[in-house]
């Protein structure tokens, strides 16, 4: 179950008044992930994540092979980019250790960007490309 104290932990998130963390936490879903399993895979309906435990590996075939793009840690955020633009998932996603991770849908997605204004106000100062690679370690 998602609570308002992990997502209080992640940093997107740390200064957001408890009424918001409290919509946040009852609208992700949460997600436990042994190491090897696919979260997502390139060209899936797109979600947003929140990694809250564990590394996530992201790769994309690009000309044919498969690459390894970067790790996520804890804290960071992913996936809003697809949902922004209403494409399909651009990369895979897959746990490299046991993981915990907050999803939520693409429909709640929007409609919490829409009423949460701080939010909101985070998400337009964030195109999602300034991150690009992410924070974390990077081949």
Known sequence: MITVDLLRHV???ASLPA???ETLAARGADIRLRAGDWLIHEGEVASFFVL???RIEVRKVIHGVDRLLATY???EYFGEVPLLLGSPAVASLRALEPARVCAFEAADFRELIAGCPLSQQRASEDDGYARWPPAGNHE
């Open 11 to 13: 940093p997107l998130f």
């Open 19 to 21: 009424s918001e963390l």
């Open 52 to 54: 809250l435990e564990g």
């Open 73 to 75: 840690v804890p804290g």
